[in-house]
Nanobody, 117 residues
Framework: QVQLVESGGGLVQAGGSLRLSCAASGSISRINVMGWYRQTPGKHHELVVLISSSGNTNYAESVKGRFTISRDGAKNTVYLQMNSLKAEDTAVYYC???????????WGKGTLVTVSS
């Protein structure tokens, strides 16, 4: 089992910045993929960004150039720096952890990001 604890959500004005954190604990596989998804009412989970344990990243087109993911392997923590936030970035952001090679996915409880226009 892997437990994920997110922090850093909140209310920010359009054009502002927020930083999300997600700390993983438990049975951490050496090879894994961590990242963030988001969900707004009536929409499916939308991929925001993923980062592998080797550092490869995959960003959604809508956040490229504005969001940056990083990870601290020693702390099993990922960070999402969100700049130039827009109203459409408003969502609940969920941290994800996928163990390899089992492909078992774990989710955090979510943190709300609200961008006022």
């Amino acid at each position: 089992q892997v437990q994920l604890v997110e922090s850093g959500g909140g209310l920010v004005q359009a054009g502002g910045s927020l930083r999300l954190s997600c700390a993983a604990s438990g049975s951490i596989s050496r090879i894994n993929v961590m990242g963030w998804y988001r969900q707004t009412p009536g929409k499916h989970h939308e991929l925001v960004v993923l980062i592998s344990s080797s550092g490869n990243t995959n960003y959604a087109e809508s956040v490229k150039g504005r969001f940056t993911i990083s990870r601290d392997g020693a702390k099993n923590t990922v960070y999402l720096q969100m700049n130039s936030l827009k109203a459409e970035d408003t969502a609940v952001y969920y941290c994800s952890f996928k163990s390899m090679p089992t492909m078992v996915n774990y989710w955090g409880k979510g943190t709300l990001v609200t961008v006022s226009s």
